[in-house]
């Protein structure tokens, strides 16, 4: 083993260009946000890459992009690359993010509080 290869830095631009290919960002015009949750579809298969095979066995259940960026230690912009190459060979699926429920009206809660200062 050469002393390059024991030098190598896992968060390294040389890295990340390896994993990504060169690739800045995805191929396709995918749009994901931090919140935009990935599920996987199928298991990994042998030939994949180790970030994507990473991804589709932590996305069993669904996961935020920013998890998994988190999980995988790797830049956001990075892990969108991977997820478009992982969507475009349907291996996950992205699906918006659940909405936040709807919040009582104020009137409401105000009416509410009154009512218990009375008792």
């Not at 931090?34 to 298991?43: C, F, K, N, Q």
Request: charged share 25%; hydrophobic share 45%; proline share 10%.
């Amino acid at each position: 083993m050469s002393e390059s290869d024991q030098d190598w830095d896992e968060a390294s631009p040389e890295r990340l260009y390896v994993i990504t290919g060169g690739r800045s960002g995805p191929s396709e015009h995918i749009v994901l946000d931090l919140v935009t949750l990935i599920v996987s579809r199928s298991p990994p298969q042998p030939t994949m890459q180790p970030e994507h095979v990473a991804i589709v066995r932590m996305c069993s259940s669904p996961l935020s992009v920013a998890e998994i960026s988190a999980y995988l230690e790797l830049p956001f912009s990075l892990v969108t690359v991977l997820l478009a190459d992982l969507l475009a060979d349907e291996r996950v699926e992205a699906r918006k993010p659940v909405p936040p429920a709807l919040l009582p009206d104020v009137e409401l809660l105000e009416a509410v509080m009154r009512g218990l200062q009375k008792l």
